[in-house]
């Protein structure tokens, strides 16, 4: 059974910096692409930022330079680095396995998620 569990979220100011972590399993972490999703109240979930199981990565252009995707395939765990947040990162932050290498959309069940707030 797919397990997806989010966590490190939490208040920070604007400015500042968190991380969150994706534990994963159930299916073959290794190799697929990973992507951290987020989905701010009254809007649409979005792709933030994806990493194929080569390590290689992109962002939507809301981030770039600001956070940064990372993976431990011994641990099956995918990382996000976010730094100088934005009050408009607010969003409940997910993660999930791409539904190709390119990620053009989510392969399984979503997790809890982990809600990011961005606020002075």
């Known amino acids: 059974q797919v397990q997806l569990v989010e966590s490190g979220g939490g208040l920070v100011q604007p400015g500042g910096s968190l991380s969150v972590s994706c534990a994963a399993s159930?299916?073959?972490?290794?190799?697929?692409?990973m992507g951290w999703y987020r989905q701010a109240p009254g809007k649409q979930r979005e792709l933030v930022a994806s990493i194929t199981s080569g390590g290689s990565t992109n962002y939507v252009d809301s981030v770039k330079g600001r956070f940064t995707i990372s993976r431990d395939n011994a641990k099956k765990t995918v990382y996000l680095q976010m730094n100088s947040l934005k009050p408009e990162d607010t969003a409940l932050y997910y993660c999930?396995?791409?539904?190709?290498?390119?990620?053009?959309?989510?392969?399984?069940?979503w997790g809890q998620g982990t809600q990011v707030t961005v606020s002075s």
């Open positions: 999930n396995a791409c539904r190709d290498y390119y990620c053009s959309g989510s392969r399984f069940s």
């Open positions: 159930g299916f073959i972490f290794s190799v697929h692409t």
